[in-house]
């Protein structure tokens, strides 16, 4: 049963221009939301939040909307930079639930130079 | 991520050995998370730990596999018998408080190879 799921497994975008990656739930208790970006070999690291309460929050180059009616969050960065080639993961997790996050597959993101 | 101690980085075992995987959480965190990513796949959590206490261990399979974190020293997470689908990364993350109130910082992993 996959909660939160990242349907493209990989997605690659040219420098300078933006990358969209997308990420859905099912499961209505989740009520935040994170980004970690992960490098081979290496452990993910976060990137930004958002919770339920919000639609958007912005961090620098980073962006991530959420539409609760539709379940769907969406991280943007713009511009895209080389440095910005990895795995991206979703997760979720409730404030009133367990304490775990769920993870979503992961999006590979190639910045083409 | 360099605040999260996990040790050793590559683990390689026969079938049939244990596994000790260990992971010192940052500085003035007491909140200890562990996840496993197999190939191909998001992470998956095991088990979340506080000091001397495991508060949820719904993601850890029932049989081979225990988690503690003393009130000295780092958390263990201890595999028993280990089979061939025991192979993936172990991930472990620590937070100062629940993890719903921060984001969790995680260690580099534990990447374990059954042969």
């Known amino acids: 049963d996959q909660q939160v799921k990242q349907n493209s497994p990989s997605l690659s975008v040219q420098e300078g221009r933006i990358s969209i990656l997308n990420c859905d739930y099912t499961n209505s208790m989740f009520d935040y939301f994170l980004w970690y970006k992960k490098y081979p070999a290496e452990g993910p690291t976060f990137l930004i939040s958002?919770?339920?309460?919000?639609d958007k929050n912005e961090d620098g180059r980073f962006t991530v909307f959420l539409n609760k009616s539709a379940k769907h969050l969406s991280l943007h960065i713009v511009p895209s930079q080389p440095g910005d080639s990895a795995v991206y993961f979703c997760a979720a997790g409730s404030e009133f639930g367990n304490e775990k996050l769920t993870f979503g597959t992961g999006t590979r993101l190639t910045i083409i130079p | 991520n360099a605040g999260v101690m996990q040790n050793p980085r590559h683990l390689v075992r026969r079938r049939g050995q244990e596994a000790r995987l260990r992971c010192s959480p940052m500085k003035g965190h007491s909140h200890v998370y562990w996840y496993r990513q197999l190939p191909e796949e998001g992470l998956k959590f095991m088990v979340y730990?506080?000091?001397?206490?495991?508060?949820?261990e719904s993601g850890m399979p029932k049989e081979r596999f225990s988690a503690e974190f003393p009130k000295e020293g780092p958390s263990i997470l201890r595999i028993q018998q280990v089979v061939r689908g025991d192979s993936a990364a172990y991930f472990c993350a620590s937070s100062p408080a629940r993890q719903g109130a921060t984001e969790a910082f995680f260690g580099q992993g534990t990447r374990l190879t059954v042969v």
């Open positions: 958002i919770s339920s309460i919000k």
């Open positions: 730990l506080q000091k001397e206490n495991i508060i949820d």
